[in-house]
């Protein structure tokens, strides 16, 4: 940040007008965040690129199949058999089943659905099934779960278990695996962020100002994101909301946690706090923005997905990004001065007083380093290396509903009942549309495919397409059901002129697949691309820039190879997503070469007057505590996500988590410093640096303090 800006940011009269008009964007904004799930967009379409063919056919059945229909069955299980009293029960419970808001067309009793060719009673007389069909609008999933407890209210009988089943059971699950993003999740996040400030600061309030900003920030961008949702077509889902809370949490945090260390180390330099402020925004605020700006641009990046989900993350995070990193150079700079000196109690950063990073545990590791620089780095790199040999045990398949939670939810266990007893879960469908006039090769075609329930009759879609339907025999996400659909699709393509397409459930998980392995070979190259731009920009350099690069990449393979064997043997997961990949890189790439920004911005200034090998050593201890913090609060936040009971979510929190710790912890302070002193000046190449023409003359402390003390007085 230029000099003259900071000074004006940190002034006596400016610092409270910064303040007054942050309060007054977000009384404007605060209304329109909590709105924000008003506006979430949770249909396939908000997943799945146009081109996609179960987006096709849902396309091609909007007219006639209504897209907010939720297939729901209602499992009722006795052991030893139903009786006839209980069977009058379940039969007359239908009339009261179809009184409840959101439940459409007709309820089908177990007699009803054995007429059909589904459902109805097992042969051992111990389960019934009962179907029904909710429909809550484009935007009323947030109603499953008070029409699934008026459901269990109605059907409760002594003896019979009653599950929730189908896509409506899997909908109202969904709904309480996201119940805790809102209010326990935001809570807890904010919670654990505190307990490491206080541990950080050892101050019981200078932690409020961070979290205060944090909490500005997360209002401000909601309510834009809000507005730009509502007013410009921005897609917004529940997963985007959940992340968008952590990063801007994390990462907010994180920006803090940087400045506020560099103003304290300046108001041991500075007798003014205005003038402190200013050297530390003037040093701090290029590589916070930088940051920002890899992380921002990095989530842009996801604007190249063809999964739709994915793509709408990308602008969501980066908004999400981009107005923390305005807050906290902006507003935390103007509390700071407000507040002054005392705001640090009981350790306040006294004039004069001498910097304890200078003889602190990273100053130490540093001496450690130095002597053999080459035969640490060397080493490093091969332990990681080792740890990306786990990555043989990654399976992004996918997951079968059950093995996408963490426990066992009612669907999970109705679907276990319809398994054992014999009965098929009709609310799983392929859906083929064709040609009039081929629907009968069509339909002979899809006879021969194993796993395949009864046709429907063809029913029209308009006056020349026609779809039949066929409950699918395997879990709606599960490898078999994949395998349905490929045969599926192959044997109605196969039918000359028929133009035939499969869509459904099951096929929507199988397009997904296969746009998340397409996502994964285009933005994983862009990102790198992108961040390495930044870095030389940033650094003026390229040999520095292709290093670090290397190391996160190096990071994030170990990370994930680490993390698959602990999936494998001490969570007991399945798998994963296809998407687990992109994800965690992307955030792993972005945040974790945050902090070799750090670190390296402060190697580059102290390399300006001190040479790379002591500026080196002179960066680690300085930041050392800082960044180690820093990463701490990043790898607590994205490890909140385990709590909620989703797989992918818990893989998400612990793959970052765990890499955040081995960027802050290992490769900063051990690789990155140890390869610093190992090249020396060369790191630089191929600027002024790397030939050793260094010494701060022309941009040294007397020239900075002469412009500061200008800027202040303005």
């Not at 006839?84 to 409840?100: E, F, H, P, V």
């Not at 949490?249 to 994180?254: C, H, R």
């Not at 040093?283 to 604007?303: F, Y």
């Not at 397409?465 to 196969?494: M, Q």
Request: glycine content about 10%.
């Amino acid at each position: 940040m230029h000099r003259q800006i900071a000074g004006r940011l940190a002034g006596k009269r400016t610092a409270p007008a910064v303040v007054v008009l942050a309060f007054i964007l977000v009384g404007l904004l605060a209304p329109l965040a909590a709105k924000l799930a008003d506006v979430q967009n949770n249909e396939a379409s908000s997943w799945l690129p146009g081109s996609a063919e179960s987006t096709e056919v849902s396309n091609e059945l909007s007219s006639t199949v209504d897209p907010n229909d939720i297939p729901t069955l209602i499992v009722y299980d006795k052991p030893g058999g139903l009786s006839d009293a209980d069977k009058q029960a379940i039969t007359a419970q239908a009339t009261d089943l179809a009184k409840i808001d959101g439940v459409t067309g007709q309820v089908l009793t177990p007699e009803q659905a054995a007429a059909l060719g589904f459902g109805g009673y097992s042969q051992d007389g111990e389960v019934a099934v009962t179907a029904l069909t909710f429909n809550f609008g484009k935007n009323g999933w947030n109603d499953i779960p008070d029409a699934a407890d008026k459901i269990r209210e109605i059907t409760k009988m002594d003896g019979v278990t009653v599950h929730l089943a189908g896509f409506g059971g899997q909908a109202a699950d969904a709904s309480e695996a996201f119940g805790g993003l809102d209010t326990t999740l935001l809570l807890a996040t904010f919670g654990i962020v505190i307990l490491i400030l206080l541990f950080t600061y050892r101050s019981p309030i200078l932690w409020i100002l961070p979290i205060f900003c944090a909490g500005l920030s997360l209002q401000m961008s909601e309510g834009l994101i809000y507005l730009l949702a509502k007013h410009a077509g921005l897609t917004v889902n529940g997963q985007s909301q959940a992340i968008l809370s952590i990063l801007v949490i994390g990462a907010g945090t994180d920006y803090a946690l940087l400045l506020i260390a560099r103003y304290r180390e300046e108001l041991r330099r500075h007798e003014s706090r205005h003038e402190a402020m200013a050297f530390a925004l003037h040093r701090a605020a290029p590589a916070i923005l930088a940051s920002a700006a890899t992380v921002a641009v990095g989530m842009l990046c996801l604007l190249a997905a063809d999964l739709n989900s994915t793509a709408g993350l990308g602008p969501v995070n980066a908004i999400g990004v981009l107005v923390t990193v305005v807050v906290m150079v902006t507003v935390l700079p103007a509390l700071l001065v407000i507040f002054g000196r005392w705001i640090f109690w009981p350790k306040r950063p006294t004039f004069g007083s001498e910097e304890p990073t200078a003889s602190g545990l990273w100053a130490r590791v540093g001496a450690a380093i130095s002597p053999r620089p080459r035969r640490v780095w060397v080493g490093t790199a091969i332990v990681l290396g080792i740890a990306c040999l786990g990555l043989v045990k990654l399976d992004t398949a996918g997951l079968s509903t059950a093995d996408s939670y963490t426990k066992e939810f009612d669907s999970i266990k109705g679907q276990k009942v319809l398994v054992e007893h014999g009965l098929l879960d009709n609310s799983n469908t392929v859906q083929v549309v064709s040609n009039a006039d081929s629907v009968g090769a069509v339909a002979k075609a899809l006879q021969g495919v194993s796993g395949l329930g009864t046709l429907t009759d063809p029913r029209p879609v308009s006056a020349d397409r026609v779809y039949v339907e066929a409950p699918i025999d395997a879990d709606i996400s599960s490898p078999k059901a994949f395998g349905i659909v490929d045969a599926a699709r192959d044997a109605v393509h196969a039918v000359p002129d028929a133009d035939a397409l499969v869509g459904g459930g099951s096929a929507f998980y199988v397009d997904t697949k296969t746009a998340s392995e397409r996502d994964n070979k285009v933005i994983i190259p862009l990102v790198l691309i992108v961040v390495l731009l930044i870095l030389i920009g940033l650094l003026r350099a390229v040999a520095a820039p292709l290093i670090l690069l290397a190391t996160v990449v190096l990071s994030f393979g170990a990370a994930l190879g680490i993390s698959a064997l602990i999936f494998t043997y001490v969570f007991g997961f399945a798998g994963a997503d296809p998407g687990f990949p992109l994800f965690t890189f992307v955030f792993l790439v972005a945040l974790g070469i945050d902090y070799n920004i750090f670190l390296m911005t402060r190697v580059r200034e102290e390399t300006l007057e001190r040479g790379t090998r002591e500026g080196s050593l002179i960066a680690l201890s300085s930041t050392g505590g800082v960044i180690t913090s820093a990463g701490l609060v990043l790898a607590a936040t994205f490890a909140v996500l385990g709590t909620l009971p989703l797989v992918f979510l818990a893989e998400l929190g612990t793959a970052v988590a765990l890499g955040v710790l081995l960027d802050t912890i290992i490769v900063r302070s051990v690789l990155v410093t140890a390869i610093n002193l190992d090249l020396g000046d060369r790191i630089w190449w191929p600027s002024k640096l790397a030939r050793g023409e260094h010494g701060g003359t022309q941009d040294g402390p007397l020239a900075e303090a002469s412009a500061a003390r200008v800027s202040l007085t303005e």
